[in-house]
T-cell receptor, first 112, second 115 residues
Framework: QQQVKQSPQSLIVQKGGISIINCAYE??????FPWYQQFPGKGPALLIA?????SEKKEGRFTISFNKSAKQFSLHIMDSQPGDSATYFC???????????FGTGTRLQVTL | EAGVAQSPRYKIIEKRQSVAFWCNPI?????LYWYQQILGQGPKLLIQ????????DSQLPKDRFSAERLKGVDSTLKIQPAKLEDSAVYLC?????????????FGNGTRLTVT
């Protein structure tokens, strides 16, 4: 299975700070890159997604930056809040197959 | 809309026993997925159904795992016999169709512990 490498494994950010999570992929057939947010005891939920023909996508406090040549993308959470404390997964998808390959996850803790 | 329903919520069994998980997807969703999430890892696809047909089961350990989707709606995933390494959360997800514009909606999973 083609990998999606994610870092860091865990992250502690103060309230109001910027959280940054990085991912790198190998499969150049991926054409859709979603981020999922998972709270303890819950299933992952789609947070934001980007296609590789766009270098940046912003939705509220969440921004994806995409570097196609480097095969890397990142999630930025601006003005991080305690309610953002969760595990975040990046993923790659080959659109016609609609099959997600997930990263290993980043556990984010936002402190007061 | 009602979400993806899964049961049971938790299951503890001994190795070599059998276990079954049930999933009811969002109404009208044609595509159904079973993922395995081992503690500290991202979800890994086990099997994908389109209506009641299998689209991809390449990562399903077929010697012990089986899955079916009844009448293109509910689905069950079975493990027989279970091994210690099967301890994980089993997530069911559904989507309206096979397309990048059709996001996956996950259930809350079944946490399996094999002792």
């Amino acid at each position: 299975q083609q990998q999606v490498k994610q870092s860091p494994q865990s992250l502690i950010v103060q309230k109001g700070g910027i959280s940054i999570i990085n991912c790198a992929y190998e499969n150049t057939a991926f054409d859709y890159f979603p981020w999922y947010q998972q709270f303890p005891g819950k299933g992952p939920a789609l947070l934001i997604a980007i296609r590789p023909d766009v270098s940046e996508k912003k939705e509220g406090r969440f921004t994806i930056s995409f570097n196609k040549s480097a095969k890397q993308f990142s999630l930025h959470i601006m003005d991080s809040q305690p309610g953002d404390s969760a595990t975040y997964f990046c993923a790659g998808e080959h659109g016609t197959a609609s099959k997600l390959t997930f990263g290993t996850g980043t556990r984010l803790q936002v402190t007061l | 809309e009602a979400g993806v329903a899964q049961s049971p919520r938790y299951k503890i069994i001994e190795k070599r026993q059998s276990v079954a998980f049930w999933c009811n997807p969002i109404s009208g969703h044609a595509t159904l997925y079973w993922y395995q999430q081992i503690l500290g890892q991202g979800p890994k696809l086990l099997i994908q159904f389109q209506n009641n047909g299998v689209v991809d089961d390449s990562q399903l350990p077929k010697d012990r795992f089986s899955a079916e989707r009844l009448k293109g709606v509910d689905s069950t995933l079975k493990i027989q016999p279970a091994k210690l390494e099967d301890s994980a959360v089993y997530l069911c997800a559904s989507s309206l169709r096979v397309s990048f514009n059709s996001p996956l909606h996950f259930g809350n999973g079944t946490r399996l512990t094999v002792t």
